[in-house]
């Protein structure tokens, strides 16, 4: 296997109404805005809103993963919109094992750029992302079991339900929580293209 640090992935890929791209030095205040806004709507399921306390947080964490990035052992990424450049949520291609080609894309989204479908755009082009240009044999999305609206994104992205796995994941207050697995590999992403 090629080192993964060589490789060539692109750092922005886009629809017809977002731009997903790599964070960048700056980004801080917008990050910080973003979960500022939506702390009651991101905080149960995303345990690291916490730690957003100030600009300086956010910008802190956007450097280390930029960091993280250069070494590809994660490969986090904004969701912006593209008429107005508006920073709307995070994504990104995590919990990589290259041996493998494996890649979970988590994600989440502000409050008022909620329910707009941004953030199953956002997870399309991450598959793609993964399996045309990672060459993915397994790309997969968890959420907490109560998180509906977080699988339903799953679900209208074409993925498939692979079960529950309980008590494996903890949110912001130390609570456990059961998830839903979902994933795609090559023959399902195949499939998805023809339709």
């Not at 700056?26 to 600009?55: K, Y």
Request: charged share 30%; hydrophobic share 40%; glycine share 10%.
């Amino acid at each position: 296997m090629t080192d993964p640090i060589l490789f060539d992935i692109p750092e922005e890929v886009s629809a017809e109404r977002i731009v997903v791209r790599r964070y960048r030095p700056g980004d801080g205040d917008n990050l910080f805005a973003a979960v500022d806004e939506s702390r009651e709507h991101i905080l149960p399921w995303m345990p690291w809103g916490p730690g957003h306390q100030t600009v300086e947080d956010s910008e802190r964490l956007i450097r280390g993963w930029n960091a993280k990035w250069t070494l590809r052992e994660d490969l986090p990424m904004g969701i912006f919109e593209k008429e107005t450049g508006r920073f709307i949520g995070g994504t990104g291609l995590h919990r990589i094992d290259w041996n493998i080609g494996s890649f979970e894309i988590g994600y989440w989204v502000r409050k008022s750029a909620a329910g707009k479908g941004y953030v199953t755009d956002a997870v399309k082009l991450l598959t793609a992302l993964a399996f045309d240009k990672l060459k993915a044999n397994r790309v997969f999305i968890r959420c907490a079991a109560e998180n509906l609206k977080s699988a339903g994104v799953a679900k209208r992205a074409g993925y498939v339900y692979e079960g529950l796995i309980r008590n494996s994941v903890k949110d912001a207050d130390g609570q456990l929580h059961d998830i839903l697995m979902f994933s795609l590999i090559p023959d399902d992403w195949d499939a998805l293209r023809v339709v």
